[in-house]
């Protein structure tokens, strides 16, 4: 249980353009989720937490106009990196948590690694 | 402002050998859960163990084991009889209830054959 699937697992753009990444909770409904951007060697920096039917809370120093994220329904949120350049290249993670759960665990799909050349 | 703090970049051990990975954090919340994420090369991040923080008792999987010191702030994990597929990247988070977790640096692991 508790399965978090992210898609695509690796998108390369050019620069200028904009991508979606998409994470779903596959056998649970998840109120909260979460962004993070992970650089290579680095650790995990969150980037935003996705609460279903609001808006989402972004973490210091993150553009929510170029970073928009979307969470329509309780088992997706998305994320839409507009207008990618170069230096959003990196290695994006969301994660969920069970709403009202006894672990408090976030459970993390499997990332997406995005090229912008 | 919560903190965690990672001090071995890296570390190495033979099979079958014991390894103890360090963290200390920093927070001012009385309730909170500590967890141990491994990331191997698929860089899919796995949970190792967690630790809530109001129980004494240290938090037991299998072979991995913390030693949970609240008094310290100090919260490492044990790995024991390690394997190669132990090798990867240890996180140690803090975190409260269902709200956002502050990572640690990591730690690369490696076992040896």
């Known amino acids: 249980g508790a399965v978090v699937s992210q898609h695509p697992s690796r998108v390369i753009c050019k620069s200028g353009t904009s991508v979606k990444i998409e994470c779903r909770s596959l056998?649970?409904?998840?109120?909260?989720m979460f962004w993070y951007r992970q650089f290579p060697k680095q650790s995990l920096m969150l980037m935003a937490t996705s609460n279903e039917g609001s808006k989402a809370t972004y973490e210091q120093g993150v553009e929510k106009d170029k970073f928009l994220i979307n969470h329509a329904s309780l088992t997706l949120s998305t994320l839409t990196v507009t207008s990618a350049h170069p230096e959003d290249s990196s290695f994006y993670i969301c994660s969920a948590t069970i709403p009202g759960g006894a672990t408090d665990t976030q459970y993390f799909g499997p990332g997406t690694r995005l090229t912008v050349l | 402002a919560q903190t965690v703090t990672q001090s071995q970049p890296e570390m190495s051990v033979q099979e079958a050998e014991t390894v103890t990975l360090s963290c200390t954090y920093d927070?001012?919340?009385?309730?909170?859960?500590l967890f141990w994420y491994k990331q191997p090369p698929s860089r899919q991040m796995i949970l190792v163990i967690r630790q809530e923080a109001y129980k004494q008792q240290n938090a037991t999987e299998n072979r991995f084991s913390v030693n949970f010191q609240k008094a310290a702030k100090s919260f490492s994990l044990k790995i024991s009889d390690s394997q190669l597929g132990d090798t990867a990247m240890y996180f140690c988070?803090?975190?409260?209830?269902?709200?956002?977790?502050?990572f640690g640096q990591g730690t690369r692991l490696t076992i040896n054959p």
């Open positions: 988070a803090l975190g409260r209830g269902a709200q956002k977790l502050v």
């Open positions: 927070t001012s919340e009385n309730n909170y859960y």
């Open positions: 056998d649970f409904q998840a109120t909260t």
